[in-house]
Each structure stands twice: as C-alpha cells, then as structure tokens.
C-alpha cells in the first residue's frame, strides 16, 4: 500500500497499515506496507450484511435512505446513507455499525483542505480487524464532493474494507473514470447532512507521526459511537 501526499496536487492514502493509492500527475508517494486484514469471519459478516439489507430494503419500501449518527470527542455528524446508489457499500457500513466495530476507533488520518479518514484504528494506532473486502461501486454516479463519505482502500480497487473518508472539499480526481486499476476511482455511498462544522474542526487539529504513521492527530479524535438514526 501507499501513503500519497498532499501538497497542492492531491495524493491519497489508507491510514496506517492499508492506505488509498490514487495516480495524480506530480504527487509524491511514500511508500508503505500491504495492509494484514484478518478475512476469517467472511461468513459472519455475509449473514450480517444480509440483515442489513433486509432493513435497507424496508427503508427503500418506506421512501427512506439509513440515516446513522457519529458521537466523536470533537460533536455529532450525521450522514444519510445512499442505499439506492451504493446497496454493497451500505449494507457493508451498516454491519459494521450494528456491531459497534467503531466505537472507540478514531480518526486516524487528518489532512487540511483534502479529508479526514477514520474507522480501523484503536487511539494507541493498533489496526482492527475487519471482515472481508467488498466490491467496489464507484461506478454509481455518486461524486467525491465536499461532505462526501467514501471507502478507502488499497491501491487493488476492490480491497476496502472497514475504513472509511469524509472529502473536506470536492476531490473530482478520486471519483470513477474506467474500470481499470488506475481510473477505477472511490466509492462514495452517502454524504453529511448535519455537523459538516465538526468535520472542518477534525480537519484543523493539530497532527503528526506516530510511528510509520503521518498526518495522525497528536489529541486523539475518537468515535464514541456510531448508530443507526
């Protein structure tokens, strides 16, 4: 995996041991290890899965997306969910949710005028271990825009797992161009709809290194809790 940069020309990131790889002419790569996600509970979180898209569907039934509330050290976020859009990714979201696989995972990853990532890491910088990846729905028409949530990921296109961005400003360069490894681009699968000031906070904290780790905030910002509305 790689860390890219941000300097004026974007470069991206998976926080820590998995990091989003994206080709921006002119960026700097650092380079990283290959992430050690832990996939022997795929079958466990298929079942999982599968209940969350039975109550996805129930919403979509009634004329409603998933509403979910982020409680973090720093205020509330709220981000409706895009069920129609991004059915996989939601569903994948939502059972990790439903089994409180962020509370107490902080924002691990911070960088000023680009985004603030999060949902793998413990505060002391011990990664989690996930279920397994799902497939990658950038294709959706869902953009990387300011207020955005999207899956991070590898540099493989269908390697995201847990970890998750909130695009502090619009990032067209990360949104799907082909399906190709290069242009295959980050599934967005929901926006903020209320506490967008929050997240411009997060993103003004103070960071640093913390061991092979860059950009981490030096006062942890964690997730508290993170439930359905």
């Not at 974007?10 to 820590?16: K, L």
């Amino acid at each position: 995996m790689k860390y890219l940069n941000n300097n004026n020309k974007m470069t991206f990131f998976w926080g820590g041991l998995a990091l989003i790889l994206v080709a921006v002419a002119g960026c700097n790569v650092r380079p990283a290890e290959k992430p050690q996600d832990d996939n022997s509970n795929t079958t466990a979180v298929t079942e999982k899965t599968k209940v969350s898209e039975s109550k996805m569907t129930e919403s979509k039934e009634a004329g409603e997306n998933p509403v979910v509330i982020m409680e973090t050290s720093m205020g509330t976020i709220t981000i409706e969910l895009d069920a129609e859009k991004a059915p996989k990714t939601v569903a994948n979201m939502l059972a990790y949710i439903d089994e409180k696989f962020y509370d107490g995972t902080i924002y691990h990853r911070v960088i000023p005028d680009f985004m603030i990532q999060g949902g793998g890491f413990t505060p002391d910088m011990d990664q989690k271990k996930t279920h397994a990846n799902i497939e990658n729905e950038a294709a959706n028409g869902l953009e990387n825009a300011r207020g955005s949530i999207a899956m991070a990921r590898t540099p493989d296109p269908h390697s995201a797992s847990s970890q998750f961005f909130i695009n502090l400003k619009d990032n067209d360069f990360l949104n799907y161009q082909s399906s190709t490894r290069e242009g295959f681009g980050y599934c967005v699968f929901g926006k903020v709809i209320d506490g967008m000031d929050v997240v411009d906070e997060i993103a003004g904290v103070k960071t640093g290194n913390h061991g092979p780790h860059g950009d981490v905030p030096v006062e942890a910002v964690v997730i508290k809790t993170f439930r359905r509305k």
